[in-house]
């Protein structure tokens, strides 16, 4: 079916309402052409400012932040000590001590923080290496625990030989 420059009272006989196919398929197509493209280096984005305004509460961390948005407020630092508790579980599971962690991030900075979509400098290399050594760590054993049949039963027999 060709439907270039037809309207649609004459294609179905229905509604009199006329598109002009050619030229919608153009106006898209600048704007295509305009478009920066999605930034091989930037994966992480601010939730719209417009979309957060239908609901604040939906994108604003109530007990723990992940990343450097939200990092220091006064009202998430409680669970800054559950973050270094995972870190400590990690480095006894994963056998690699914190210095050799901390200069693999350290190693990587720069490109971590060009994963923003904005540019981070409301925090120096040392807090930033230490947001990402905390938030890693939490993340990794979060999955782990959650979905690894042999990380749950190191923790539970662990747990058992301590609380048995």
């Not at 079916?1 to 309402?17: F, I, L, P």
């Not at 932040?65 to 006064?74: A, T």
């Not at 900075?109 to 120096?124: F, G, M, P, V």
């Not at 782990?144 to 990380?151: D, M, N, T, Y």
Request: hydrophobic letters at 40%; charged letters at 30%; glycine letters at 4%.
């Amino acid at each position: 079916m060709n439907v270039a420059g037809t309207s649609r009272d004459q294609m179905d006989g229905g509604d009199h309402w006329s598109l002009d196919v050619d030229k919608l398929a153009e106006s898209v197509e600048g704007k295509l052409r305009i478009l920066r493209p999605f930034s091989n280096n930037c994966s992480i984005y601010r939730v719209p400012k417009r979309l957060r305004e239908l609901n604040e509460k939906a994108y604003t961390p109530q007990v723990i932040s992940v990343g450097p948005i939200h990092y220091g407020k006064e009202e998430l630092k409680e669970m800054e000590e559950h973050k270094r508790l995972y870190l400590r579980g990690f480095l006894e599971l994963s056998e690699v001590n914190v210095k050799d962690f901390i200069a693999a991030i350290a190693e990587r900075e720069t490109r971590l923080r060009n994963c923003y979509a904005e540019t981070i400098d409301n925090l120096s290399e040392e807090e930033f290496v230490e947001m990402v050594l905390l938030d890693c760590s939490l993340l990794i054993m979060y999955f782990l625990k959650a979905f690894s049949p042999v990380i749950q039963n190191k923790i539970l027999t662990a747990y058992s030989i301590n609380h048995g």
